[in-house]
T-cell receptor, first 111, second 114 residues
Framework: QKEVEQDPGPLSVPEGAIVSLNCTYS??????FMWYRQYSRKGPELLMY????GNKEDGRFTAQVDKSSKYISLFIRDSQPSDSATYLC???????????FGQGTRLTINP | DGGITQSPKYLFRKEGQNVTLSCEQN?????MYWYRQDPGQGLRLIYY???????QKGDIAEGYSVSREKKESFPLTVTSAQKNPTAFYLC?????????????FGEGSWLTVV
């Protein structure tokens, strides 16, 4: 079993829809949770960063962490074609030298 | 501007040749990483370094080598021993490993073996 599981998709939704992207994990030591967005042929860029449980909102993006269920989510409201990309979740524990990444979910927003 | 610079962006190599990918950062970050990404796949860690003159193998180090002689530089050499070197290579850096700081990526280097 992988430490972090993420459905690779592909996921295709119409413009304006609310998108929900998710990751599950097995290591209860994880405390830091990140979402990266990667456009085709580009390096991943940090989208959201959350410590421990709770919600964090930034514009149209909301990150949620439920440590009791070992489940994290990224919501995109009013999705735009420019949101079409691969979204990677990542996480680490306190003092961990490495991040653990999910496989990435490929998302397409159709105009 | 602060950031991570990878070069070259695209590189073609003949079988049996070694090639070195450059990674430079001016973020004053202690830790640096090299990842490999194959089409439709996630990131796989090749090597990482927490401080100058020290580095550790990641999950797929065979056929690769690195050096960390300067804080800002972490070059990756893809040797002829690497069986399937054609891939997208990503360099990343992190302020430190102790406070959960996140990592930041360069724009990547595409290596094609011909």
């Amino acid at each position: 079993q992988k430490e972090v599981e993420q459905d690779p998709g592909p996921l295709s939704v119409p413009e304006g829809a609310i998108v929900s992207l998710n990751c599950t994990y097995s290591n209860s030591a994880f405390q830091y949770f990140m979402w990266y967005r990667q456009y085709s042929r580009k390096g991943p860029e940090l989208l959201m960063y959350t410590y421990s449980s709770g919600n964090k909102e930034d514009g149209r993006f909301t990150a949620q962490v439920d440590k009791s269920s070992k489940y994290i989510s990224l919501f995109i409201r009013d999705s735009q074609p420019s949101d079409s990309a691969t979204y990677l979740c990542a996480m680490s524990g306190q003092g961990a030298q490495k991040l653990v990444f999910g496989q990435g979910t490929r998302l397409t927003i159709n105009p | 501007d602060g950031g991570i610079t990878q070069s070259p962006k695209y590189l073609f190599r003949k079988e049996g040749q070694n090639v070195t990918l450059s990674c430079e950062q001016n973020l004053n970050h202690d830790a640096m990483y090299w990842y490999r990404q194959d089409p439709g796949q996630g990131l796989r860690l090749i090597y990482y370094s927490q401080i100058v003159n020290d580095f550790q193998k990641g999950d797929i180090a065979e056929g690769y080598s690195v050096s960390r002689e300067k804080k800002e530089s972490f070059p990756l050499t893809v040797t002829s021993a690497q069986k399937n070197p054609t891939a997208f290579y990503l360099c990343a850096s992190r302020e430190d490993s102790f406070s959960g700081n996140t990592i930041y990526f360069g724009e990547g280097s595409w290596l094609t073996v011909v």
